[in-house]
């Protein structure tokens, strides 16, 4: 008697139950863990020439003060936990990839996965720019700004705090176009959709702009907002551009699926 070889389902072969998924969840995460932590570790060890590089920003003359006893380690350790997560990002986005790539269909995973190297060039170009160009002009206005009558001495706390949230964050934001042509690209989201909202993307950006910047100054809010927005309705115009309506998948024509 012939023995039928078992038939392979290629839809039961792609399912996971909720315990594997939280499995996998729990290893995708160990992994982003530990990038964190070596990545901190090697900045800690560098944390001399990176705050003198961080320092660059100011004037020559300008010197920055530490008020408490505690401010200078604590704040190196901060420089040194934004440094390693820079580090770390392309390991934290693949694995964050990785998780949610079996949702998406064949053509949706190769683009993404093409898209890891402009990820992380994206988020590299927005710290570089935030740092070469947008900073120098911010800080020279805020160092001049009444500067003839009040003498601007900047805690060290303050000016880490600032140039750290700023640079990692509109890094991350560099990305949001990159994010928005996937999604408008795989269906998701479209131009005219992104544009209807556009109000409401300020108000978002108001807060992500009042959450990055460590002081409640409209002047400082809106040198990290100004970027933000060119950055969202560049989005739009990549979206009109690239938006392709998402076919909804037939399942009854797989040629797994049986006729009854």
Sequence with gaps: MTQQSPTFDPVEASQ???I???NELRVRLMWIVASLLVGTIAAFIFARPILTFIRTPLDESAMLIAIGPTDTIINVFRVSFMVGASISMPIIVYHLVAFVAPGLYPHEKRMLLLM????FGLFVSGMAFTFYVMLPVALAFLQGFFGDIIE???TFDRYVGFIT???FWIGVSFETPL???FLARIGIVS???LLHFWRHAIVVIAIVAAIITPTIDPVNMAIVMAPLIVLYF???GLAYLLYRPRTPRDFSQEPFIKDE
Aim: hydrophobic share 55%; charged share 10%.
């Design 20 to 22: 594997e998924h939280l």
């Design 116 to 119: 890891l190297p402009a990820i």
């Design 152 to 154: 601007q001495s900047w």
């Design 179 to 181: 994010v928005l042509a």
């Design 191 to 193: 131009g005219p959709q």
């Design 165 to 167: 949230r700023v640079v």
């Design 234 to 236: 560049f989005s739009v």
């Design 16 to 18: 996971m139950t909720l």
